[in-house]
């Protein structure tokens, strides 16, 4: 198979703090992984992609200096909220593909941000 | 630029009776299809993909899709639904990159 973990599956936060959320790729190595935002009966809005050793690609009207991604190892990508606001609660959901292998994206199963 | 359009936002079906799920697409070349389902408060579960070759696929859950370049879709079908496939349902297009359309909602009446 090809499993996608994150964690934490459920976070709340005070306004002003930051939390950093995990995906990592149980049963491949992934060299790319992505970052979505989901809002509530919405669809996934692509936040940016992860490429492990290297900067991350930020899609248009995304933060880079608010939503932190790292992507140290093959297996391992974070995102990472700063001084997160109320604004900022939603799903986040990261997809993972397997290094070298077709374009098909395999989900983790999300981490619902709540900011209070 | 490519983009998705799922234009029933919601559908409701009886157990047993037929389901489509349309799914138009805007890409230049011929895209990458997908189409992905997602239960409440979950990710995201691949049901099939269309890459080349026969434009009828079948995936899991006894899912089946048609591509048909002349119309632009990608649409989804099931003979018969299930209580378990309430779900939200997207299809997905990567051309340049995966964009996903926005979503149909399955309800199932027993």
């Known amino acids: 198979g090809a499993v996608v973990s994150q964690h934490p599956s459920w976070v709340i936060c005070k306004s002003g703090t930051s939390v950093k959320i995990e995906c990592r790729s149980l049963?491949?190595?992934?060299?790319?992984m992505f970052w979505y935002r989901q809002f509530p009966k919405q669809s996934l809005m692509l936040m940016a992609t992860?490429?492990?050793?290297?900067?991350?690609?930020?899609e248009q009207g995304v933060e880079k200096d608010k939503f932190l991604i790292n992507h140290a190892s093959l297996t391992l990508s974070t995102l990472t909220v700063t001084s997160a606001h109320p604004e900022d609660s939603s799903f986040y959901i990261c997809?993972?593909?397997?290094?070298?292998?077709?374009?098909?994206?395999?989900f983790g199963p999300g981490t619902r941000l709540t900011v209070t | 630029a490519q983009s998705v359009t799922q234009p029933d936002i919601h559908i409701t079906v009886s157990e047993g009776a037929s389901l489509e799920l349309r799914c138009n697409y805007s890409?230049?070349?011929?895209?990458?299809l997908f189409w992905y389902v997602q239960s409440p408060g979950q990710g995201l579960q691949l049901l099939l993909k269309?890459?080349?070759?026969?434009?009828l696929v079948q995936g899991i859950k006894g899912f089946e899709a048609e591509f048909k370049r002349s119309q632009s879709s990608f649409n989804l079908r099931k003979p018969s639904v299930h209580w378990s496939d309430a779900a939200e349902y997207f299809c997905?297009?990567?051309?340049?990159?995966?964009?996903f359309g926005p979503g149909t909602r399955l309800s199932v009446l027993p």
């Open positions: 997809s993972a593909k397997k290094t070298g292998v077709g374009t098909i994206q395999y």
């Open positions: 049963d491949f190595q992934a060299t790319t």
């Open positions: 992860s490429n492990e050793g290297s900067k991350a690609t930020y």
């Open positions: 890409y230049g070349a011929t895209p990458y």
């Open positions: 269309y890459f080349s070759g026969d434009t």
């Open positions: 997905a297009v990567y051309g340049q990159n995966f964009v």
